[in-house]
């Protein structure tokens, strides 16, 4: 079977080579503008972000290692991909998350806390994505691909609204939903593709090729490279590296603006590696091997964008408040996660409903006299 | 349908008479016109009015942006509602089908029934999922189904199914106005059927069970296309000088007891009656869940007139499978002999 990964025309987008030299390759040359407009202080806050949320990441793995989480869910090797095209998002952009978009997540504002909550399994969510301080950061979404048609019933309400394709690039909406390549094989996706093309939605699908679905190499969900299939449903697509922080950058920027703008919707495949295991359930060495790993640790999205901003000038200050900075933020996520209590019973029968239901309002009136029997009597 | 005996008889001049499909037209005309985030989709609403033409001429009053024409695939359907929904819109999905209504499984069961647990309250998905169902029309394969079991087992979503036009009316506006996600189940096979519609009030609300017609013998419950099968089985009970109490149960997620305990404790007998196969059904529910209250009334157990536990047979079988007012009096006797 061929590597869809390898066959790849034209070549994926890339800023920045895996050894850290800016080479813009061809496919970039119609972003070029876009990344060469980042100033040094915003490309040194893509760093600052991609390298705390790897700190957080790696801490709350330890954490559930040491049975404080239930499963943890790492991004590690995925931050170029996720900090890139979340700093490409506008304020007004709604943003609709798999499970592994910590990065994505921290961008737009969310606590990582919430997250932590959510796999320790205080909630089934953790935050709401209407208040303003979330950053229309969506709940993540655990059955592969649902979102992707959430996503597109909500830039079809964008479009309803009116609120895309004004002119107004400040203004303008549109929606931006993550996905992987193992969600690529569900109906889901390939029916919110369906729908976009068909309503012309305003959103960009952004799919993380992290070559692995648990165990399942990406060879097995796909014969072609997996951004062709957008092509086919008539949504102009794109493939990137994703693990230049840039190509991330440059190209969401341009297709969310496309998007927004009433153009349709687009579709970038940004090629990464999943470097962690799909969770803390999983044991990545008995289906990929070292050398495979160690190709990619040399393409690591952080050492090479540390590189880059060398190069452009930053000094080990810099990097030591940001290694500093995020040392603190990983035990501040430690001290916070043993501070976090259980949620009370009376949870499990809140919000089952919007309005009034006699079904629950009974069963959570018995549970109540039931505990109160035991607490009151010689019952046990 | 012939209503009786405790049926309030609307006296207003905002009585209307009409099919039930035609009620359903009108009273999803009644929602576009009251609020415009109510918006229709599903496959060939727009143009068409829908295969039953339970849509008919919406496109175009409202327009494509408010009658949706979507692409044929009910999870796209289901899931795109979602996101609507979280946009602020009060999407209502036409499925074409009840046997067509899988491949939305997932979009209805995982995602928008528990989206606002997930969300801990702080997002409402006022989304109505309708779903012509049951049998009685000679259809072919996955046409004639009963699958609302399904749906009631899951906690998150309410399942309603009219029984009769002024219910279909009112209902359908009910169930668009709730803030929670609702099943609507149509019993297609009344869609035709001419009854008396009051445009001015509904009969009770949207989750209320009630006695469509008084007896003393035996309490027998349906819902949907049912129910009139029971009012007809009523009529040949009282031929024979035994009085039958007709309860429609109107909502099938949550189910209002009080009116069937009632009725029970009158009648000390409980029939309770279902196109669906009966293992595992909303009448087994109802049956165990009465024998728990009403255990020192009941002169007989609870009995069950289902569907029979098959695949739905072919159109030619279908007077086999569905019960008629033969096998409701069948079971009366039954019910009487203890």
């Not at chain 1, 495949?269 to 060495?285: C, F, K, Q, V, W």
């Not at chain 2, 009251?34 to 033409?53: C, K, N, P, Q, S």
């Not at chain 2, 999922?129 to 996955?142: D, L, M, T």
Request: hydrophobic content about 40%; overall charge negative; glycine content about 8%.
């Amino acid at each position: 079977m061929t590597d869809p990964t390898e066959n790849t025309t034209p070549t994926p987008v890339q800023f920045i080579a895996p050894d850290g030299s800016f080479a813009p390759n061809a496919g970039a040359d119609e972003y070029r503008d876009i990344a060469e407009s980042i100033d040094d202080a915003m490309l040194q806050r893509m760093f600052h972000d991609m390298t705390l949320v790897r700190a957080f990441d790696v801490e709350a793995g330890n954490l559930q290692r040491q049975g404080q989480l239930a499963l943890w869910v790492p991004s590690h090797g995925q931050e170029a991909a996720q900090v890139g095209s979340a700093f490409a998002t506008r304020a007004q952009d709604h943003v609709f998350p798999s499970y592994r978009e910590h990065a994505v997540g921290f961008v737009r504002g969310i606590d990582l806390m919430n997250v932590i909550r959510l796999l320790r399994g205080v909630t089934h969510g953790g935050w709401d994505p209407k208040d303003p301080r979330n950053g229309n950061f969506h709940l993540y979404t655990l059955v592969i691909g649902s979102q992707a048609l959430h996503a597109t019933g909500y830039a079809m309400g964008i479009a309803l609204d009116g609120a895309s394709g004004t002119g107004d690039l400040e203004a303008d909406q549109a929606a931006i939903v993550y996905f992987g390549d193992g969600a690529t094989s569900q109906g889901d996706v390939s029916e919110a593709f369906v729908f976009a093309a068909s309503y012309q939605t305003p959103q960009v699908f952004f799919l993380q090729n992290n070559h692995w679905a648990i165990s399942v190499p990406v060879t097995r969900q796909s014969r072609t490279p997996l951004f062709h299939r957008g092509t086919g449903f008539g949504i102009p697509s794109v493939q990137i590296d994703g693990n230049d922080v840039l190509a991330s950058y440059a190209v969401t920027a341009k297709n969310l603006d496309d998007a927004r703008s009433g153009a349709g919707p687009r579709l970038i495949e940004a090629l990464t590696y999943r470097i962690g295991a799909h969770t803390t359930s999983d044991d990545p060495t008995k289906y990929r091997t070292d050398d495979e790993l160690a190709s990619w640790v040399a393409r690591d999205p952080i050492a090479r964008f540390q590189t880059y901003l060398r190069a452009r000038g930053a000094d080990d200050a810099f990097f030591a408040d940001v290694a500093a900075e995020a040392k603190d933020y990983a035990a501040d996520t430690r001290r916070r996660t043993l501070a976090l209590e259980s949620p009370p019973a009376e949870l499990i029968f809140e919000n089952v409903y919007t309005d009034e239901h006699p079904l629950t309002a009974e069963q959570f009136d018995w549970l109540e006299r039931y505990e109160e029997s035991l607490e009151g009597g010689d019952a046990r | 349908m012939t209503e009786t005996s405790t049926v309030q008889t609307p006296t207003t001049s905002e009585l209307a008479t009409m099919p039930m499909a035609k009620a359903l037209n009108a009273g999803l005309d009644a929602a576009l016109a009251a609020d415009d985030r109510v918006l229709l989709m599903g496959e060939d609403i727009g143009t068409l009015g829908g295969v039953f033409r339970v849509t008919e001429g919406l496109q175009k009053t409202y327009g494509e942006n408010r009658v949706l024409d979507t692409p044929l695939a009910e999870s796209g359907i289901v899931g795109s509602a979602i996101g609507l929904a979280m946009r602020g819109y009060r999407p209502v999905c036409e499925i074409q089908f009840d046997g067509f209504i899988f491949p939305g499984f997932d979009q209805i069961t995982s995602q928008l029934a528990k989206l606002t647990n997930r969300h801990e309250g702080n997002q409402a998905f006022p989304v109505v999922i309708r779903v012509p169902y049951g049998g009685h029309i000679g259809a072919v394969e996955h046409h004639q189904e009963s699958p609302e079991a399904y749906f009631a087992h899951t906690a998150g979503l309410r399942s309603v199914s009219p029984s009769t036009p002024h219910d279909a009316y009112w209902m359908i506006q009910e169930a668009i106005a709730s803030n929670d996600p609702v099943m609507f189940f149509e019993p297609k096979s009344r869609y035709w059927q001419k009854g008396a519609v009051d445009l001015s009030a509904p009969s009770v609300p949207l989750h209320a069970s009630r006695v469509v017609r008084v007896g003393s013998d035996v309490t027998v419950l349906a819902h949907g296309a049912m129910v009139a099968v029971l009012l007809q089985a009523a009529e040949l009970a009282a031929e024979e000088g035994i009085s039958l109490e007709v309860v429609d149960l109107r909502s099938i997620s949550p189910i209002d007891y009080a009116p069937i305990l009632e009725s029970v404790r009158k009648t000390g007998r409980l029939i309770v009656a279902q196109e669906a196969p009966g293992s595992v059904s909303v009448g087994s529910e109802i049956a165990a869940t009465v024998a728990e209250r009403a255990f020192y009334s009941l002169e007989a157990p609870v009995l069950r007139v289902s569907g029979f536990d098959v695949p739905f047979p072919p159109a030619k079988l279908e007077g086999v499978y569905l019960p008629d007012a033969d096998r409701i009096l069948e079971a009366v006797d039954r019910a009487l002999a203890y």
